[in-house]
């Protein structure tokens, strides 16, 4: 499966943006997906996951009650809304896919995914 992440952007702290994952070759529905960040001089971040039909959903502390993850399998494609964006979410945000039948709650390391798309940047302005 092939990834293409878009939506990213420069917005002011407070502000929205919604990411896409636009995937092809596969249909999505056989992936198990998440979102991940990676600011500058970090470590990769698990932001949100998502399960294969979209009944569950998992989100790091960090963005709980801000970001919501959601699927449209019909589309090939999974959302990631971020509302009330703070400086401190700035980071290339990475969409991932793991076709992988067993894997932790949640799949929050980056080692559980097998495909990423390209990354879509995100600068959040104080």
């Known amino acids: 499966v092939q990834l293409q992440a878009s ?3 420069l917005v002011q702290a407070g502000g929205s943006l919604r990411l896409s994952c636009a995937a092809s070759g596969r249909t999505l529905s056989s992936y198990f997906m998440g979102w991940f ?3 500058p001089g970090t470590e990769c971040e ?5 399960s294969w039909s979209g009944t569950n959903t998992y ?8 970001f919501t993850i959601s699927r449209d399998n019909a589309k090939n494609t999974v959302y990631l809304q971020m509302n009330s ?10 969409c991932a ?3 992988r039948a067993y894997g932790t709650m949640g799949r929050r390391d980056h080692r ?3 495909y990423w798309g ?4 995100v600068t959040v302005s104080s």
Not at 59 to 66: F, P, T
């Open 59 to 66: 989100d790091a502390d960090s963005v709980k009650g801000r």
């Open 85 to 94: 964006l703070k400086p401190e979410d700035t980071a290339v945000y990475y």
């Open 7 to 9: 939506g990213g952007g």
């Open 112 to 114: 559980e995914y097998d």
């Open 37 to 39: 960040r990676q600011a």
């Open 46 to 50: 698990f932001v949100a996951s998502i």
């Open 97 to 99: 896919a793991t076709s």
């Open 118 to 121: 390209q990354g879509t940047l």
